[in-house]
Nanobody
Framework: QVQLVESGGGSVQAGGSLRLSCEAS????????MNWYRQGPGKQRELVAY??????????YYADIAKGRFIISKNGVEDTLYLQINRLGPEDTGAYLC??????????WGQGIQVTVSP
């Protein structure tokens, strides 16, 4: 059974940094795309960033909210995804979730990890 488990969240003060991780277990197969989403209080879930598979390390995409402060990366060998978030602000508060989309079309999700940023 495939599981994705996020870690690295917590409570931080504005201006701080966090590094989130998403680790897959089980026979997940080849992953085409690894995504980070977030859902703020009372808000809809939104895509933050993704990284694709590729011999060159893959392509990255960042939503406008993530440009300049977020860095997505992966360890393809271990099916682990990371999200470095710098200069955190209260607007970054929310649950951060990872999802992996495999080559055969399976879309696996983690349970989410809470990030709380105080002013």
């Amino acid at each position: 059974q495939v599981q994705l488990v996020e870690s690295g969240g917590g409570s931080v003060q504005a201006g701080g940094s966090l590094r989130l991780s998403c680790e897959a277990s089980g026979s997940i197969g080849t992953v085409n795309v690894m995504n980070w989403y977030r859902q703020g209080p009372g808000k809809q879930r939104e895509l933050v960033a993704y990284i694709t598979d590729g011999a060159d390390g893959g392509r990255t995409y960042y939503a406008d909210i993530a440009k300049g402060r977020f860095i997505i990366s992966k360890n393809g060998v271990e099916d682990t995804l990371y999200l470095q978030i710098n200069r955190l602000g209260p607007e970054d508060t929310g649950a951060y979730l990872c999802s992996f989309i495999t080559r055969v079309g399976h879309d696996y999700w983690g349970q989410g990890i809470q990030v709380t940023v105080s002013p």
